[in-house]
């Protein structure tokens, strides 16, 4: 029988396998960042072990760091003295750092993939959910945590159970307007945050051939929000383009040889998968969450849903809790919910097309009164690109801030955070209770709707900018 | 990391369900660079409130956490279960765990053992009634025990068997798997030229090839 993009990319890494044992796979590329990374170099020292591979390890700095006065030290002494530990790891074990201020630096699963670091059929984790987002390329790429880190660091291993998998087919063609978030939000809601759990997804169909890499990313990125192990997506010519001329992609003959073997880890025609969803992508619409779980997502043409609408009884609770969390009222329509802050950036949209995306539609208008609207790129690079286009004066003009490279307000480490009380539309990945400050209530939403949004003050579409 | 056989203790009702990773510890106590202190983060944001059943004067000394479905997902912070262990607790109870949760917490030494959600119910309302019931958590034999007479509850929990295996003989991930170095040089020696290296460093975009 066949094998499924997700099983030969395993099989070629199985270091060993024993019965009654997981296997023991080999990692093709360990990132790292300043959070979850502490603890593992201080287990290597306390049992006087090192890194097997620091060249296939790469760090930079994150989740603390500021946003804004870059070039001054982190004010926080517990941040500051965060990233200054990561920087002296760095140093003492040989690992290669891009830290505050490098041309390099950047969310880590931004930077991973400009660099041409991420490669089809790879395997790639890090102490951090997103790890996902490389799953993009092909490769296999999972979050890890701490005590993982230390094992990888030691060994370039980790021991793995293996995974059941799962097809998510979108087929048909995304309607305009309609974005890879909407796309992954709808499924979430669809399959329930849950959904995913224990299996490898692979993304595939008409809907996600048509999908632009970084879109492509936007996808994987969010495949831990439904409790999937790792989503990945068959490496095709869009994938190639991509890489192509990245600092780390193979050269001359060597690039030949990986794009023939790459392209044979499509899964074959007679390979089976455990489970398989169905998406109709010519159905979908801009699509936003109401509750405090990615799942809890509706059409933005849609209303506030009432917890007595859920057969489930887990569910409704969390829906009456949410609902409470979040002060809203069921049968509001979403279209009518005011918010105060608006973020486009993160991981999962802080990429450069994420930013044309919203400059284009923010082009000409204002940020309504009161709202204050953060751009953040998700690397320098982004950020110089960005800025090379324009961009920036675009949104300054608009009256967003414009901000340097961080993970900033997707998750309440560093200085951008949501007040008690305050209401984000966020273009990131979480609306976890206080996930982006204290009491903050978050609606998560695509680079689309993030900049209508800012405009009128209100949720809304790019559509109703043009009907304004 | 300490063995676990079998525990017997009190036992905390947690009636929630997606309890994630954020709730268990917030962001902002993930900013430390030690291994352990975390017991303030644990559910920090819910603390503040008087009735929240970690605050009930019965639930202190408490060593496991029985929790609703789909506990401990999101983040990958293991901070998470270095909080639970922090506070005290040494098995948490769910009918099922966030895929890394779970993980880490087999790393960490924290029993995490998926429990049926009748057998969670069933303890949460025997809890609710007798807060200070004894709870058995039997790895070994991969049983939950409480209650006596008619409230008594009896059932297995499910645990992969090499976690278990790890647990029951608090082993040493790292030192285990070092144990094959040999397999790990033999595999590198295989591996193609063509794979990513981060070093030497390359920043610059390359020239193009002739």
Not at chain 1, 36 to 48: E, K, M, V, W, Y
Not at chain 1, 313 to 339: H, S
Not at chain 2, 37 to 61: K, M
Not at chain 2, 156 to 169: C, H, V
């Amino acid at each position: 029988m066949g094998r499924t993009l997700a099983e030969k990319v395993w099989d070629e890494h199985i270091v060993r396998r024993a019965d009654a044992e997981p296997d023991l796979l080999y990692i093709d590329l360990h990132l790292v960042h300043e959070v979850t990374s502490p603890q593992a170099f201080d287990g290597l020292r306390l049992a006087g072990r090192t890194i097997r591979r620091p060249d296939l390890t790469l760090a930079t700095e994150d989740h603390n760091i500021p946003t804004l006065n870059i070039d001054q030290p982190i004010a926080d002494p517990v941040s500051r003295t965060q990233v200054e530990t990561l920087r002296r790891n760095c140093a003492e074990f040989g690992v290669r750092l891009h830290p505050l201020g490098d041309a390099d630096q950047g969310i880590v699963h931004v930077v991973g993939p400009q660099l041409g670091l991420t490669q089809p059929g790879t395997t790639v984790v890090c102490g951090d959910s997103h790890t996902s987002t490389h799953g993009a390329f092909g490769a296999l790429a999972f979050g890890i945590g701490t005590s993982e880190v230390e094992h990888v660091l030691a060994t370039q291993t980790l021991t793995q159970s293996r995974l059941r998998t799962m097809a998510v087919t979108v087929q048909g063609t995304l309607p305009a307007g309609v974005s890879a978030k909407d796309m992954v939000l709808a499924l979430i809601a669809q399959v329930g945050t849950g959904g995913g759990q224990g299996y490898v997804v692979e993304y595939r169909g008409k809907a996600i051939r048509a999908l632009s890499m970084e879109a492509r990313m936007t996808v994987c990125n969010m495949s831990i929000e439904w409790g999937a192990k790792a989503g990945l997506i068959a490496p095709d010519e869009v994938t190639f383009d991509y890489l192509r001329r990245r600092p780390h992609a193979p050269q001359g003959a060597d690039w030949d040889a990986a794009v023939a073997h790459w392209r044979a880890l499509a899964t074959d025609d007679d390979a089976q998968y455990d489970r398989e969803v169905v998406l109709d992508a010519s159905a979908l619409a801009p699509f936003v969450t109401w509750g405090t779980n990615p799942g809890q997502g509706v059409p933005l043409s849609a209303s506030v849903p009432a917890p007595d609408a859920f057969d489930d009884l887990d569910d409704r609770a969390a829906a009456e809790r949410a609902l409470e969390y979040m002060a809203l009222v069921p049968g509001t329509p979403m279209r009518a919910i005011e918010v105060d802050t608006v973020f486009v950036g993160s991981c999962t949209n802080g990429r450069i097309e994420d930013l044309r995306t919203a400059a284009a539609i923010i082009d000409g208008h204002h940020v309504a009164d009161a709202i204050r609207m953060l751009v953040v790129p998700g690397s320098v690079r982004v950020r110089l690109q960005a800025e090379a286009e324009g961009l920036d004066v675009v949104f300054k003009a608009a009256g967003a801030e414009w901000r340097g490279a961080g993970c900033s307000m997707c998750l309440g480490m560093n200085p951008d955070t949501l007040a008690p009380g305050e209401r984000a539309a966020s273009t990131s990945n979480r609306n976890f209770e206080g996930r982006q400050g204290k009491g903050g209530r978050t609606h998560l939403v695509s680079p689309q709707v993030a900049a209508a949004t800012a405009v009128l003050g209100h949720l809304g579409s790019p559509a109703d900018l043009v009907e304004a | 990391m300490d063995r676990f056989t079998t525990l017997t203790g009190t036992a905390v009702p947690l009636r929630r369900s997606n309890v994630d990773t954020d709730q268990i510890i917030p962001s902002a106590y993930l900013k430390r660079v030690s291994r352990t202190g975390f017991e303030d983060g644990l559910f920090a944001a819910w603390r503040g409130d008087p009735h929240f059943v970690l605050n009930r004067p019965e639930s202190a000394g408490a060593s496991i956490l029985v929790a609703g479905s789909d506990f401990g997902t999101g983040s990958s912070r293991e901070h998470a279960v270095w909080a639970l262990q922090d506070y005290g607790f040494k098995a948490v109870l769910s009918p099922r765990f966030g895929d890394i949760f779970g993980s880490n917490a087999g790393k960490a030494g924290l029993l995490a053992a998926q429990t049926d959600a009748k057998v969670v119910a069933a303890l949460w309302d025997l809890l609710d009634r007798q807060p200070h019931a004894a709870v058995t958590v039997d790895l070994q034999a991969r049983t939950i025990v409480a209650g006596a007479d008619g409230d008594r509850i009896e059932d297995s929990f499910d645990i992969d068997d090499y976690t278990r295996w790890r647990l029951l003989e608090g082993l040493d991930d790292v030192a285990v798997t070092l144990s094959h170095e040999q397999d790990i040089t033999a595999y590198e020696a295989g591996r193609p030229s063509w794979k990513p290296r981060t070093l030497p460093a390359r920043v610059e975009a390359p020239v193009e090839a002739q």
